[in-house]
Protein backbone atom coordinates (compact mmCIF):
# COMPACT_ATOMS: atom_id res chain seq x y z
CA UNK A 1 0.00 0.00 0.00
CA UNK A 2 2.55 2.32 1.08
CA UNK A 3 4.98 1.53 -1.92
CA UNK A 4 1.68 2.38 -4.28
CA UNK A 5 1.32 5.76 -2.55
CA UNK A 6 5.16 6.31 -2.72
CA UNK A 7 4.67 5.68 -6.94
CA UNK A 8 1.98 8.12 -6.82
CA UNK A 9 3.45 10.42 -5.40
CA UNK A 10 6.65 9.87 -7.29
CA UNK A 11 5.08 10.18 -9.88
CA UNK A 12 2.88 13.38 -9.45
CA UNK A 13 6.72 14.64 -8.04
CA UNK A 14 8.00 14.35 -11.71
CA UNK A 15 5.12 15.17 -12.97
CA UNK A 16 5.40 18.74 -11.77
CA UNK A 17 9.25 19.05 -12.25
CA UNK A 18 8.46 18.16 -15.93
CA UNK A 19 5.45 21.11 -15.48
CA UNK A 20 7.96 23.69 -13.81
CA UNK A 21 10.88 22.65 -16.42
CA UNK A 22 8.51 23.33 -19.18
CA UNK A 23 7.73 26.40 -17.58
CA UNK A 24 11.19 28.01 -17.18
CA UNK A 25 11.87 27.35 -20.71
CA UNK A 26 9.75 30.30 -21.87
CA UNK A 27 10.88 33.93 -22.37
CA UNK A 28 9.39 37.24 -22.36
CA UNK A 29 11.62 39.46 -24.47
CA UNK A 30 11.27 42.54 -23.73
CA UNK A 31 12.65 46.11 -25.25
CA UNK A 32 13.92 49.04 -22.79
CA UNK A 33 13.11 52.24 -24.37
CA UNK A 34 9.48 53.26 -23.94
CA UNK A 35 8.90 49.77 -23.67
CA UNK A 36 9.91 49.53 -19.87
CA UNK A 37 10.25 52.89 -19.44
CA UNK A 38 11.11 56.24 -20.79
CA UNK A 39 15.01 57.25 -20.87
CA UNK A 40 16.05 60.35 -18.86
CA UNK A 41 18.32 62.58 -20.25
CA UNK A 42 19.73 60.59 -23.79
CA UNK A 43 18.89 61.92 -27.38
CA UNK A 44 19.32 61.05 -30.56
CA UNK A 45 20.96 64.52 -33.13
CA UNK A 46 20.15 63.92 -36.63
CA UNK A 47 21.68 65.99 -39.64
CA UNK A 48 20.43 64.94 -43.09
CA UNK A 49 21.28 66.90 -45.90
CA UNK A 50 18.23 68.41 -45.79
CA UNK A 51 18.70 69.47 -42.08
CA UNK A 52 19.52 72.99 -41.61
CA UNK A 53 21.04 72.34 -38.21
CA UNK A 54 21.17 69.54 -35.89
CA UNK A 55 17.41 68.27 -34.56
CA UNK A 56 17.29 66.92 -31.52
CA UNK A 57 15.47 63.66 -30.76
CA UNK A 58 13.58 61.85 -28.05
CA UNK A 59 14.26 58.41 -28.45
CA UNK A 60 10.70 58.10 -28.74
CA UNK A 61 10.74 60.35 -31.83
CA UNK A 62 13.58 58.29 -33.27
CA UNK A 63 11.33 55.56 -33.31
CA UNK A 64 8.73 57.39 -35.65
CA UNK A 65 12.55 58.40 -37.92
CA UNK A 66 12.41 56.38 -41.26
CA UNK A 67 16.19 55.15 -40.73
CA UNK A 68 17.58 53.21 -43.14
CA UNK A 69 21.02 51.66 -44.06
CA UNK A 70 21.67 54.67 -46.10
CA UNK A 71 20.40 57.80 -43.66
CA UNK A 72 22.07 56.17 -40.87
CA UNK A 73 25.01 57.37 -40.85
CA UNK A 74 23.33 61.02 -40.84
CA UNK A 75 22.41 60.27 -36.74
CA UNK A 76 24.71 60.98 -33.94
CA UNK A 77 24.47 58.34 -31.39
CA UNK A 78 26.69 60.03 -29.04
CA UNK A 79 24.47 59.70 -25.78
CA UNK A 80 23.97 56.22 -25.93
CA UNK A 81 27.76 55.49 -26.03
CA UNK A 82 28.69 57.06 -23.10
CA UNK A 83 28.60 54.61 -19.96
CA UNK A 84 27.36 56.46 -17.77
CA UNK A 85 24.99 58.30 -19.46
CA UNK A 86 23.60 55.24 -20.43
CA UNK A 87 23.22 53.52 -16.65
CA UNK A 88 21.61 56.81 -15.76
CA UNK A 89 19.16 57.09 -18.39
CA UNK A 90 17.84 53.78 -17.42
CA UNK A 91 18.02 54.41 -14.00
CA UNK A 92 16.51 57.90 -13.59
CA UNK A 93 13.37 56.74 -16.31
CA UNK A 94 10.17 56.76 -15.45
CA UNK A 95 8.49 52.98 -15.48
CA UNK A 96 5.94 52.01 -18.12
CA UNK A 97 3.40 50.32 -15.57
CA UNK A 98 1.33 48.90 -18.42
CA UNK A 99 4.22 46.96 -19.85
CA UNK A 100 5.83 46.46 -16.38
CA UNK A 101 2.57 44.65 -15.07
CA UNK A 102 2.60 42.45 -18.44
CA UNK A 103 6.06 41.33 -17.44
CA UNK A 104 4.88 40.77 -14.05
CA UNK A 105 2.42 38.17 -15.48
CA UNK A 106 4.71 36.14 -17.60
CA UNK A 107 7.14 36.24 -14.74
CA UNK A 108 4.11 34.63 -12.51
CA UNK A 109 3.41 32.35 -15.00
CA UNK A 110 7.00 31.20 -14.85
CA UNK A 111 8.57 32.51 -17.89
CA UNK A 112 12.26 34.04 -17.84
CA UNK A 113 12.93 37.60 -18.43
CA UNK A 114 15.13 38.67 -21.65
CA UNK A 115 15.95 42.30 -22.94
CA UNK A 116 16.73 43.11 -26.13
CA UNK A 117 17.54 46.35 -26.55
CA UNK A 118 19.33 48.84 -29.64
CA UNK A 119 21.24 49.83 -26.96
CA UNK A 120 24.82 50.09 -26.86
CA UNK A 121 26.99 49.23 -23.38
CA UNK A 122 25.09 45.91 -22.67
CA UNK A 123 27.20 45.31 -19.54
CA UNK A 124 25.46 48.94 -17.80
CA UNK A 125 22.77 48.36 -19.17
CA UNK A 126 22.36 45.07 -17.63
CA UNK A 127 23.48 46.84 -14.22
CA UNK A 128 20.86 49.58 -14.54
CA UNK A 129 18.10 47.28 -15.32
CA UNK A 130 19.27 45.36 -12.47
CA UNK A 131 18.86 48.61 -10.58
CA UNK A 132 15.67 49.67 -11.63
CA UNK A 133 13.62 46.39 -12.44
CA UNK A 134 11.06 45.57 -10.01
CA UNK A 135 8.22 43.09 -9.98
CA UNK A 136 5.11 42.71 -7.60
CA UNK A 137 5.40 39.02 -5.95
CA UNK A 138 2.15 37.30 -4.83
CA UNK A 139 1.09 39.69 -2.02
CA UNK A 140 1.47 42.32 -4.57
CA UNK A 141 4.97 44.09 -3.07
CA UNK A 142 7.23 45.16 -5.28
CA UNK A 143 10.37 43.28 -5.67
CA UNK A 144 13.90 44.36 -7.11
CA UNK A 145 14.45 42.30 -9.66
CA UNK A 146 17.42 40.32 -8.78
CA UNK A 147 18.40 37.23 -10.27
CA UNK A 148 15.62 36.95 -11.79
CA UNK A 149 17.16 38.91 -14.51
CA UNK A 150 19.91 36.78 -16.16
CA UNK A 151 22.80 38.50 -17.56
CA UNK A 152 22.76 36.08 -20.46
CA UNK A 153 19.52 37.11 -21.67
CA UNK A 154 20.45 40.55 -22.13
CA UNK A 155 21.25 41.96 -25.77
CA UNK A 156 22.06 45.17 -26.53
CA UNK A 157 22.48 44.76 -30.07
CA UNK A 158 25.06 47.87 -30.45
CA UNK A 159 27.37 47.13 -27.07
CA UNK A 160 30.64 47.14 -29.52
CA UNK A 161 31.15 43.10 -29.01
CA UNK A 162 27.96 42.07 -29.30
CA UNK A 163 27.60 44.04 -32.91
CA UNK A 164 30.69 41.82 -34.32
CA UNK A 165 28.17 38.82 -33.64
CA UNK A 166 25.22 40.18 -35.67
CA UNK A 167 25.43 40.86 -39.48
CA UNK A 168 22.50 43.27 -40.20
CA UNK A 169 22.75 46.86 -40.75
CA UNK A 170 19.77 47.86 -39.39
CA UNK A 171 18.57 47.70 -36.07
CA UNK A 172 15.63 46.13 -36.51
CA UNK A 173 17.37 43.02 -38.45
CA UNK A 174 19.87 42.70 -35.72
CA UNK A 175 16.93 41.86 -33.45
CA UNK A 176 15.40 39.60 -35.58
CA UNK A 177 18.94 37.74 -35.51
CA UNK A 178 18.99 37.84 -32.13
CA UNK A 179 15.44 36.22 -31.31
CA UNK A 180 16.35 33.74 -34.36
CA UNK A 181 19.06 32.35 -31.96
CA UNK A 182 16.96 32.60 -29.33
CA UNK A 183 14.59 30.42 -30.61
CA UNK A 184 16.64 27.43 -30.99
CA UNK A 185 16.86 27.64 -27.13
CA UNK A 186 13.08 28.25 -25.41
CA UNK A 187 10.31 26.81 -26.58
CA UNK A 188 7.93 30.05 -26.40
CA UNK A 189 9.32 33.27 -26.82
CA UNK A 190 7.19 36.63 -26.34
CA UNK A 191 8.53 39.53 -27.95
CA UNK A 192 7.51 43.28 -26.45
CA UNK A 193 8.51 45.99 -28.34
CA UNK A 194 7.26 49.69 -29.00
CA UNK A 195 8.58 50.19 -32.14
CA UNK A 196 6.45 49.19 -35.25
CA UNK A 197 9.43 48.39 -37.57
CA UNK A 198 11.07 46.00 -34.89
CA UNK A 199 7.49 44.33 -34.75
CA UNK A 200 7.20 43.91 -39.10
CA UNK A 201 10.97 41.91 -38.86
CA UNK A 202 9.46 39.85 -36.27
CA UNK A 203 6.34 39.36 -38.11
CA UNK A 204 8.30 38.84 -41.06
CA UNK A 205 10.79 36.42 -39.25
CA UNK A 206 7.76 34.60 -37.99
CA UNK A 207 6.31 34.26 -41.86
CA UNK A 208 9.82 32.78 -43.18
CA UNK A 209 11.13 30.53 -40.28
CA UNK A 210 10.16 26.74 -40.56
CA UNK A 211 7.12 25.92 -38.76
CA UNK A 212 8.80 24.38 -35.94
CA UNK A 213 10.28 27.67 -34.70
CA UNK A 214 7.93 30.04 -36.24
CA UNK A 215 4.91 28.30 -34.06
CA UNK A 216 7.43 29.61 -30.87
CA UNK A 217 6.95 33.00 -31.77
CA UNK A 218 4.19 35.57 -30.67
CA UNK A 219 4.68 39.41 -30.10
CA UNK A 220 2.95 42.18 -28.71
CA UNK A 221 3.18 45.92 -29.43
CA UNK A 222 4.08 47.72 -26.06
CA UNK A 223 1.37 50.04 -24.08
CA UNK A 224 1.77 53.40 -23.68
MG1 LIG B 1 11.82 51.09 -27.88
Redesign the pocket.
Known sequence: MYSKIAQILNEYKSERLITELAKTNRLILL?V???LLKPEGVFIYRKLPSDKEEVVLTPYEY?LEKVTPETKQYYDYRDFIDPAKTQQSIEMGKPIVANLSVMDDYLKRGYQIGILTARANEEEVFQALKNFLMYKDKRGELIPVGDRLNRNLVFAINDSNRRQQLQSTTDYGKKAEVVTRLLNDFDEIVFV???MKNLKAMFELKSNLPDMLSNKLFFMLAKE
Do not use: L
Open positions: DDDTGDDD
